[in-house]
Nanobody, 128 residues
Framework: QVQLVESGGGLVQPGGSLRLSCSAS????????IGWFRQAPGKEREGISS?????????YYADSVNGRFTISRDNDKNTVYLQMNSLKPEDTAVYYC????????????????????WGQGTQVTVSS
């Protein structure tokens, strides 16, 4: 059974940093596309970052986080990270990681409909 578990969320002041982790069981992430998404209250789920399989390693970012967030993977730990710097109040949301069944063929995507497995989410709140 595939399971994704996000961790690392919390309350941080504007300008601060957090690192989210997405740990997987039942699936090896090294050849999978991984995406990070977020959903704020009353808003649609937004794709913010994606990383291609380890064969490619390309990374993708939404304009809203480009230059502030960095996605990376540690295949030995079967974990993908999202380093978030210079956080803003508008970054407040529940953050989710996701992967697919293989149909993305290791290519990155910021489209939620492309993903099949989702974690339960971790809350990030940016407030003074």
């Amino acid at each position: 059974q595939v399971q994704l578990v996000e961790s690392g969320g919390g309350l941080v002041q504007p300008g601060g940093s957090l690192r989210l982790s997405c740990s997987a069981s039942g699936i090896a992430l090294d050849y999978r596309t991984i995406g990070w998404f977020r959903q704020a209250p009353g808003k649609e789920r937004e794709g913010i970052s994606s990383i291609s399989s380890s064969l490619d390693g390309s990374t993708y970012y939404a304009d809203s986080v480009n230059g502030r967030f960095t996605i990376s993977r540690d295949n030995d730990k079967n974990t993908v990270y999202l380093q978030m710097n210079s956080l803003k109040p508008e970054d407040t949301a529940v953050y989710y990681c996701a992967t697919d069944t293989g149909h993305l063929q290791g290519l990155g995507s910021l489209l939620a409909d492309e993903y099949d497995y989702w974690g339960q989410g971790t809350q990030v709140t940016v407030s003074s």
